[in-house]
């Protein structure tokens, strides 16, 4: 995914640490990594900062291991759009803080 920041790739990648903590490295990606709590999912964003007209553009990828749940008798599944979003919204609001 990616979001657009009025701040430059520094202060948007400060605002990361900050509210997220050190970051790691993504396994997968070598990427500046730091771990989300999204719903009861937990999950590592991997992000990449690029300059970008007045401000920067944040790329997000992300690693989650999901479960299936139960949604009436014998039926499982996973709404991942539901996820998605809610992981949008928590790194949109690093972004914009």
């Known amino acids: ?13 400060a605002n990361f640490r900050r509210l997220l903590g050190e970051p790691g490295k993504a396994w997968w990606s070598g990427k500046p990594s730091f771990r989300l709590k999204t719903g009861a999912h937990p999950a590592e964003i991997a992000v990449e900062l690029w300059p970008y007209r007045t401000g920067s553009k944040v790329v997000v990828e992300v ?35």
């Open 1 to 13: 995914m990616e979001i657009n920041s009025e701040f430059d790739e520094k202060a948007t990648f």
């Open 63 to 97: 690693d989650v291991e999901l479960s299936p749940t139960a949604t009436e008798p014998g039926v499982r599944t996973i709404n991942v759009q539901t996820f998605m979003d809610e992981v949008k919204k928590e790194v949109e609001a690093v972004v914009k803080s």
